[in-house]
């Protein structure tokens, strides 16, 4: 792993987005229905040698299972997922995440984890959206959706006018493409849902889980 394994952050102990970034070549974005399969998942995940781990606030028992994998998974980094608004950063900072990634951006959202002292890997798919997060002082973004949005020749267009920023692209990245994103000098890591498919999930195939996070683990990054 790119960063030290003590959680000794930069940021008064708790990681910045660029260390969020730069953990592991995936951060698995998870979507959870049941509040028992959160430890599993995550010791799982953990097992393969992925720790930073996105939670996404799209089920009702979201927040519960970051605050289980906070309380009970300490080797993993948790962070909430799908943040849309202010209210939804604060409640997740309570639940225990320690970052947040936003399908968008906004500067309520940006003001909200810069007050909670919360990472943010705010969303972008325009240069637009890019100026305005670094406006608030965010360079380390999100590109979502990446496929949909551009894949990796967009990455590379903005690789000349932004080339102060780096970028975790999600949405549509699969083991079979996921080299191409990491082989571009502003992609720090990947983002996506594949490391915990919902069927083994359900059958709480653990070890397969592992696996798949083990050869995430594993991808060469530039
Ligand atoms: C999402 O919003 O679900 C993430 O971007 C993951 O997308 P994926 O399922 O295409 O990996």
């Given amino acids: 792993m790119a960063v030290d394994t003590d959680g000794k952050w ?8 660029l ?7 995936v951060i698995p974005v998870i979507v959870l229905n049941d509040v028992a399969h959160a430890v599993p998942l995550a010791r799982a995940l ?17 927040l519960a299972c970051i605050e289980r994998i906070a309380k009970e998974v300490p080797e993993a980094v948790v962070g909430a997922g799908t943040v849309r608004s ?18 968008g951006y906004t ?7 810069h007050d909670l002292g919360l990472a943010l890997l705010p969303g972008v798919a325009t240069g637009s959206e890019i100026l305005a997060a670094q406006e608030d002082g965010y360079a380390a973004l999100k590109f979502f959706p990446a496929m949909q949005a551009g894949g990796p020749a967009m990455l590379k267009a903005w690789h000349g006018p932004f ?17 191409e994103f990491l082989a571009l000098l502003n992609v720090e ?13 359900v059958k709480g195939d653990w070890a397969r889980i592992t696996q798949l996070a083990g050869e995430a683990a594993r991808l060469p990054r530039a």
């Fill in 163 to 179: 080339n102060d920023v780096k970028f975790c692209p999600t949405g549509g990245v699969t083991p079979a493409n996921a080299g």
């Fill in 107 to 113: 500067h309520a959202i940006g003001k909200a984890c």
């Fill in 46 to 62: 953990v097992a393969g040698g992925i720790r930073m781990l996105e939670v996404t606030l799209r089920t009702p028992v979201a």
């Fill in 19 to 25: 260390e969020v970034m730069q953990d592991a070549p």
């Fill in 10 to 17: 930069s940021a008064g102990g708790k990681p910045s987005a």
């Fill in 86 to 103: 202010a209210a939804d950063a604060q409640a997740a900072a309570m639940a225990g995440a320690r970052f947040a990634v936003s399908p």
């Fill in 189 to 201: 890591c990947v983002g996506g849902s594949w490391l915990t498919p919902g069927d083994a999930v």
